[in-house]
């Protein structure tokens, strides 16, 4: 994948280029990532500082988060995603195949009368109360041993600050 596209700057391989007039050897176009230009696809923001020192950094907490970053995601999710697993494939190399629809649970924005919050319900909380909330789930991904709670407790701030859904949701609880 050593060609540029000119409109976006995707990587391609040579022989991807689509054969219409104006699709040359020297100038290439391509349709899978632009559609040759005429979709604009904005430039990721970067990472704010604290999380791009997690991702880069080799300081003991960086590494830890690396190496438990899906228990960390998977306790800060919004929704939880339900899939049929394919029986078909025997042993062997393994992959990740769906087949029929996938599913994302949410549930609803508050949670019955002695039921813990999930999901979604846990970010309606100040951050204090939702670690609380995250490390009483039962039967979830969340391993308080293994989680850092400071940690934990710094990425949901992260979460309040910079996601957009996360505020979202608050207007919706606030409203019903």
């Given at each position: ?11 391609h ?5 689509i054969?219409?007039v ?8 391509f ?7 005429d ?8 990472l704010?500082?604290f999380l ?13 988060f690396?190496?438990h ?7 800060l999710?919004?929704v ?5 697993p394919?029986a ?5 190399l ?7 629809a ?12 002695n039921v ?7 970010f309606?909380y100040?951050p204090e ?17 293994v ?14 600050e910079?996601?957009p859904y996360?505020?979202?949701y ?5 409203r019903?």
């Open positions: 994948m050593s060609i540029v596209c000119t409109n976006c700057i995707g990587l391989w040579f022989d991807k280029k054969s219409t104006g699709s040359t050897r020297e100038r290439p176009l349709s899978s990532c632009c559609s040759k230009g979709v604009s696809i904005p430039y990721m923001r970067a704010p500082p791009h020192s997690l991702f880069y950094n080799n300081s003991t907490l960086a590494r830890h690396r190496t970053v899906r228990k960390y995601n998977s306790s999710a919004f939880s995603l339900q899939y049929k394919d078909r494939t025997q042993g062997g393994q992959c990740f195949q769906i087949h029929g996938l599913y994302h649970h949410g549930g609803p924005l508050d949670h019955a009368t813990l919050p999930q999901f979604a319900q846990i309606l100040d109360d939702a670690i609380i909330q995250i490390q009483q789930r039962p039967g979830g991904f969340v391993l308080p041993s989680l850092d709670i400071i940690l934990l407790q710094q990425l949901l701030e992260l979460l309040h910079h996601n996360l505020h979202l608050r207007t919706a609880h606030d019903l």
